[in-house]
């Protein structure tokens, strides 16, 4: 199902925790502000003017619908910048002492944490239980002091764990230590108030919330001290530096205005995960087939509600390669993940269902599903029948 260049691609769009569809809503917004705002926010002539009006106008709707204040928004490229400006930027005005992080957190997190090191940084990863849930008395036995900064991945983007965000807010300020919470599978899906949240520092893509690709933000609480760490023009209050994406800025706000309109219909939750659970239900009547990460039936606040992740494994009970299931279930017209999108080479092992205690070939045999709302039940209809179907092509080989 190769398409020709220039041709849409069509299928049922499963992937939405690698990149969700822009909304059509967040692409006319985006055309409208980039024809009237194409100018420089720092010229000082008209059109300068008004691409600072446009950025401007973003950043507070932005702002409001994430619960900060204008001034804590710093628009960024996405997650993996945004994480690396809270580590970094943050780091750079505390002594050096010891980092916190998680054993399940995105390789941006791992790298920012390394590049710490460098710098004279103690690391120290908390292991997490079966369901990809924080150890909470690994944390509390080394949030004390050398321990200056904490990251911790909220909504975890392999296995759908929602980190008990109350509890590790609420410790980590007792002991005097400063949070980053990775919450770029969070935005959208739950509603995500700033200013009532336990943490200093929060990242976000816009990608992941049928926004744009190309833009994120990191929400910086009033008072905590940053660096850039891209020097230049000064943008972003000296924050990060680089001519600002306004029509990206205002697909960024149109995609979480949309958010929010569907969070309201959930009764904050996103609405899909009533889509999600019914397959679930359907799923795991198939032989070969586990959940993954926490069971949404029966912990629906500990998992992300557009998510589901399954370990596959044949009649005998022997584990498969989930990437091989990835591409025979594209030959059936779905486009899921084996996993995290964004893991590269090497082992097929995935090291969050390692970290969780899955042996080396159950940790290569995942399947991940994203849901959304472009999709309807009757998309789902077929989707155990194929995944039987490729199941037993997979048994038997190319
Ligand atoms: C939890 C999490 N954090 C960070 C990232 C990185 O975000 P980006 O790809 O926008 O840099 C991702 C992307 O998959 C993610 O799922």
Redesign the pocket.
Known sequence: MSPRPGAPVRGVYLDA??TAPPAPEVLEAMAAVQAVAWGNPSSLHGHGLAAAEALERARWRCAALLGCRPEELVFT???????HLALLGAAENLRPGRLLISSVE?P??AAAAAALERRGWQLQTLPVDREGLLDLEALERWVEPPTRLVSL?W???EVGSLQPLDAVGARCRRAGVLLHV?A??VVGHLPVDFAALPVDLL?L?G??LQGP?GI?ALLVRSGVPLTGQIGGGGQEAGRRSGTEPVALAAGLCRALELADERLRQGAGRDPVAAMRDALLARLLELPGLRLSGPDPRHVPEARLPHHLSLLVSSAAGGPFSGRQLVRRLWQEGYAVSSG???SSGGSPASPVLRALGYGEQEAASGLRLGFGPWLSPADLEGLPDALERARQQVAVGP
């Open positions: 925790c690698a490229s996405g997650g993996s910048e945004s994480i995105h941006a997190t991945i909504g975890q983007s990775d770029v599978q990242s893509a990608h992941k690709r994120g995290s999108a964004c």
